[in-house]
């Protein structure tokens, strides 16, 4: 059974920084791209980029550069993401979700449940 | 970074048809552009429809097909059900990234 488990909620002040993880099982954690996606409170879907755990390759879009970094640990199936100098605006459920690295069809298949993360003074 | 544009909010009477639509600012939206559609119901995590544009996943209800649809990616539902009132996402590879529509809010009446 595919399972993407993320870890538990964060507050964090403005201008701190904080990590999210996600522990696959239940299938080779490096047959597959993971992907970062958040959701700010009431509002849409936001691609932060994804990580190859092959290889620790990493895709993001240009808003992020600079302040976010992903890596993986291959040994434990885990993919984490770091955000730093946070905001307010921040203020998301962050999840993660795979997507097959030598799927020609790149498919988004399997999410994680989400983490909240509060950026709060 | 292209702008993905959905229509915001759609109603739909149960057991009736409607359909979708994710264009892209840049152009039409192609098979090259992997659309994957992505349903979210209150406090839940989004749930994966469709992938490459017209491919269902395993578990997708056979009413819901993806197509592209005059220059734009499109999700039609075929006899709606109660149940399918949720936000629908769509999310296609353009210039090497990935970006998501603002997404559409489905409402059953």
């Known amino acids: 059974q595919v399972q993407v488990v993320q870890s538990e909620a964060e507050v964090k002040k403005p201008g701190a920084s904080v990590q999210v993880s996600c522990k696959a099982s239940?299938?080779?954690?490096?047959?597959?791209?993971m992907h970062w996606v958040r959701q700010a409170p009431g509002q849409g879907l936001e691609w932060m980029g994804c990580i190859n755990p092959k290889n620790g390759d990493i895709n993001y879009p240009q808003k992020f550069h600079g302040r976010v970094t992903m890596t993986r640990d291959t040994s434990i199936s885990t993919a984490y993401m770091d955000l730093s100098r946070l905001r307010s605006d921040d203020t998301a459920i962050y999840y993660c979700v795979r997507e097959g690295l030598s799927d020609p069809n790149r498919n988004f298949d399997d999410w994680g449940q989400g983490i909240l993360v509060t950026v709060s003074p | 970074q292209t702008v993905v544009t959905q229509e915001p909010s759609v109603t739909v009477s149960p057991g009736g048809t409607v359909t979708l639509t994710c264009a892209s600012a840049t152009g039409a939206v192609t098979s090259s552009y992997y659309v994957n559609w992505f349903q979210q119901k209150p406090g839940q995590a989004p749930r994966a429809l469709i992938y490459?544009?017209?491919n269902k996943q395993s578990w997708t209800p056979a009413r819901f097909s993806g197509s592209l649809l005059g220059g734009k990616a499109a999700l039609t539902l075929s006899g709606v059900q109660p149940e399918d009132e949720a936000d629908y996402y769509c999310l296609l590879f353009s210039g090497g990234v990935w970006v998501f529509g603002g997404g559409t809010k489905l409402t059953v009446l």
């Open positions: 239940g299938y080779t954690f490096t047959d597959y791209f």
């Open positions: 490459s544009t017209i």
